[in-house]
Nanobody
Framework: VQLVESGGGLVQSGGSLRLSCAAS????????MSWFRQAPGKERELVAI????????NYADAVKGRFTISKNNGKNTVYLQMNNLKPEDTAVYYC????????WGQGTQVTVSS
């Protein structure tokens, strides 16, 4: 299983970023996928999770109305569209595949300046 995140960077408060996670090595269309984030000195937390068919989606309260998770089963890719970013969104963002063993990507840094 391999997960490769991209799309992070430095953005001003109120700006937008789109993260991508390219997956390989498992049947992408059969498993839940999610995005987590970890800020310095804090525990890793769930940001958003999407079901295999995209019929069920849930968000952390802190990002509801600003972030959108989606997936393209034909491209084996999950996305996180982040709008109206705030300094408190600064973190390393990780993609996770909810396979039996579970898998994490290497993470991508998102920094929001005030």
């Amino acid at each position: 299983v391999q997960l490769v995140e991209s799309g992070g960077g430095l953005v001003q408060s109120g700006g937008s970023l789109r993260l991508s996670c390219a997956a390989s090595g498992f049947d992408f269309g059969l498993f839940y996928m999610s995005w987590f984030r970890q800020a310095p000195g804090k525990e890793r937390e769930l940001v958003a999770i999407i079901s295999p068919s995209s019929s069920s989606i849930n968000y952390a309260d802190a990002v509801k109305g600003r972030f959108t998770i989606s997936k393209n089963n034909g491209k084996n890719t999950v996305y996180l569209q982040m709008n109206n970013l705030k300094p408190e969104d600064t973190a390393v963002y990780y993609c996770r595949a909810h396979t039996q063993a579970g898998a994490w990507g290497q993470g991508t840094q998102v920094t929001v300046s005030s």
